[in-house]
T-cell receptor, first 115, second 115 residues
Framework: GESVGLHLPTLSVQEGDNSIINCAYS??????FIWYKQESGKGPQFIID?????DKRQGQRVTVLLNKTVKHLSLQIAATQPGDSAVYFC??????????????FGEGTQLTVNP | KAGVTQTPRYLIKTRGQQVTLSCSPI?????VSWYQQTPGQGLQFLFE???????NKGNFPGRFSGRQFSNSRSEMNVSTLELGDSALYLC??????????????FGPGTRLTVT
């Protein structure tokens, strides 16, 4: 079946370093990919998304890269800060013919930023 | 603009009971989706409502149901609770139209514990 997965369950970086969180997906028909950040006790927070017809999209300190050839998605965080410590999820969206969307989430990567 | 709100935040129920969770979407958002988050299964899609109609449904038993009201507020109900239903139930809202439905904003969740 279709799934979205992550390569590493945990990632530890030093404050100020750049972080790269990876994700592999299996459904080549996906419309959209989204990265979410979830802090303890909170719901997932939208970070950035990318359409399937794009390869790269940049936000504030974050960049998402999409490689459709190998079905790979990555989130790059520049100058990682302690406040970036959280679980990061990639998610894939499906758009059915009757409209609407649903998210299929990966397993999540716990990012820990060491001061 | 107020975010997605969910009530109650915490709930303890006994096996066999039923429970109703509530979600108020962001003002102007017409789509509400529900997700279950557990340590073992991660984030899984339950269903999506748009204009009071269920638009998409995940792979959950019929004990899980929901509805949406004319003001876009949504409720989900779980009947005959099982221990395995213990989870964080997340609600997400989006504008709901075909183009913008991908950007979903999550509430803080309702933590349900079944004993």
């Amino acid at each position: 079946g279709e799934s979205v997965g992550l390569h590493l369950p945990t990632l530890s970086v030093q404050e100020g370093d750049n972080s790269i969180i990876n994700c592999a997906y299996s459904n080549s028909a996906s419309d959209y990919f989204i990265w979410y950040k979830q802090e303890s006790g909170k719901g997932p927070q939208f970070i950035i998304d990318i359409r399937s017809n794009m390869d790269k999209r940049q936000g504030q300190r974050v960049t998402v890269l999409l490689n459709k050839t190998v079905k790979h998605l990555s989130l790059q965080i520049a100058a990682t800060q302690p406040g970036d410590s959280a679980v990061y999820f990639c998610a894939e969206t499906h758009t059915f013919q009757t409209s609407g969307s649903r998210l299929t989430f990966g397993e999540g990567t716990q990012l820990t930023v060491n001061p | 603009k107020a975010g997605v709100t969910q009530t109650p935040r915490y709930l303890i129920k006994t096996r066999g009971q039923q429970v109703t969770l509530s979600c108020s979407p962001i003002s102007g958002h017409r789509s509400v989706s529900w997700y279950q988050q557990t340590p073992g299964q991660g984030l899984q899609f339950l269903f999506e409502y748009f204009s009071e109609t269920q638009r998409n449904k995940g792979n959950f038993p019929g004990r899980f149901s929901g509805r949406q009201f004319s003001n876009s507020r949504s409720e989900m109900n779980v009947s005959t609770l099982e221990l395995g239903d213990s989870a964080l139930y997340l609600c997400a809202s989006s504008l709901g139209d075909r183009v913008a439905s991908y950007e979903q904003y999550f509430g803080p969740g309702t933590r349900l514990t079944v004993t």
